[in-house]
T-cell receptor, first 113, second 114 residues
Framework: EDQVTQSPEALRLQEGESSSLNCSYT??????LFWYRQDPGKGPEFLFT???AGEEKEKERLKATLTKKESFLHITAPKPEDSATYLC??????????????FGQGTTLQVKP | DAGVIQSPRHEVTEMGQEVTLRCKPI?????LFWYRQTMMRGLELLIY????????DSGMPEDRFSAKMPNASFSTLKIQPSEPRDSAVYFC????????????FGQGTRLTVV
């Protein structure tokens, strides 16, 4: 069964304390892996798409990396405004896996000043 | 582009009533997904379309739920009759392949069934 698992469920950091969020996946094919940020009461906000192992993408204090089995979202010197729930999703190939976009449960990040 | 547009933003209805949620995807995107989000279960995929054709509705919880996509710019999710356990935030997302693969969400419809 295709599955996406995120860890930890919740993470508390002090401002400036760098850390990483993990997204591991067990799927029979990968068309792309997405990272999102979700603030309370809002829809998930698209951050990155990664396609193949070894790929990296950066945006401000965030850097996403991808291996064959997992992805990491590295947060460097976080600020309180980085507090949110971070979601990862896997886009499965069409035909065999029918093109689904399935999500992990998310990591809720709190950054204290 | 205005992004994915959902309506209404909030819906409060009585048990047994019909509820229709609406979604306008991003122009040119090939896929449209309907999700339900709750604290307990996170984001659950209900149904998705590819080029307006329903591909997988295995996530639709019951026959009370139905979805249509009559054209590339509009989709509906209908619940009839609604029940209190249907209370959740319902999201629509569209996915397309431009310079990069991108998948954007609407702001969601918060449904409360009393």
């Amino acid at each position: 069964e295709d599955q996406v698992t995120q860890s930890p469920e919740a993470l508390r950091l002090q401002e400036g304390e760098s850390s990483s969020l993990n997204c591991s996946y067990t799927v029979s094919g990968l068309r792309g892996l997405f990272w999102y940020r979700q603030d309370p009461g809002k829809g998930p906000e698209f951050l990155f798409t990664l396609y193949s192992a070894g790929e990296e993408k950066e945006k401000e204090r965030l850097k996403a990396t991808l291996t064959k089995k997992e992805s990491f979202l590295h947060i460097t010197a976080p600020k309180p405004e980085d507090s949110a729930t971070y979601l990862c999703a896997v886009h499965l190939p069409g035909s065999g896996n029918t093109g689904k976009l399935i999500f992990g449960q998310g990591t809720t990040l709190q950054v204290k000043p | 582009d205005a992004g994915v547009i959902q309506s209404p933003r909030h819906e409060v209805t009585e048990m047994g009533q019909e509820v229709t949620l609406r979604c306008k995807p991003i122009s040119g995107h090939d896929y449209l997904f309907w999700y339900r989000q709750t604290m307990m279960r996170g984001l659950e995929l209900l149904i998705y379309f590819n080029n307006n054709v329903p591909i997988d509705d295995s996530g639709m919880p019951e026959d009370r739920f139905s979805a249509k996509m009559p054209n590339a710019s509009f989709s509906t999710l209908k619940i009839q009759p609604s029940e209190p356990r249907d209370s959740a935030v319902y999201f629509c997302a569209s996915l397309g392949f431009r310079a990069n693969t991108e998948a954007f969400f609407g702001q969601g419809t918060r449904l409360t069934v009393v």
